[in-house]
């Protein structure tokens, strides 16, 4: 499995930005799919981001879509996610998962078909 390591996470005010990092192991992450997560406390992890290993196709749930913005740098075997416009409702731990394969569209969302995941990074944002 690669190993993922996230870092950007922090402390905003709302409407600020921040960018996440999320750097691999292993060079076998420029074929992989990749995906935000995150979780806030007493809920379950949710999809918020996903891209395709060519980089071609994205999907985002509803409630970032338009704010946030996910891409990859496969020289550097790194994805980002780009969070403008930042809201209180987005607080929590961000995790960056990778998966090995091809993934339709539908399977970005379930954290299942995702083999790798990093440790997670806070992102808090105050109103």
């Known amino acids: 499995q690669v190993q993922l390591v996230e870092s950007g996470g922090g402390l905003v005010q709302a409407g600020g930005s921040l960018r996440l990092s999320c750097a691999a192991s292993?060079?076998?992450?420029?074929?992989?799919?990749v995906a935000w997560f995150r979780q806030a406390p007493g809920k379950e992890r949710e999809f918020v981001a996903g891209?395709?290993?060519?980089?071609?196709?994205?999907y985002y749930t509803d409630s970032v879509k338009g704010r946030f913005t996910i891409s990859r740098d496969n020289a550097k075997n790194t994805a980002y996610l780009q969070m403008n416009s930042l809201k209180p409702e987005d607080t929590a731990v961000y995790y960056c998962?990778?998966?090995?394969?091809?993934?339709?569209?539908?399977?970005?969302?379930?954290?299942?078909?995702?083999?790798?995941w990093g440790q997670g990074t806070q992102v808090t944002v105050s109103s």
């Open positions: 998962a990778a998966a090995p394969r091809y993934l339709a569209s539908s399977s970005y969302t379930k954290p299942t078909n995702f083999d790798s």
């Open positions: 292993e060079r076998t992450f420029s074929s992989s799919a």
């Open positions: 891209l395709s290993w060519s980089g071609s196709n994205t």
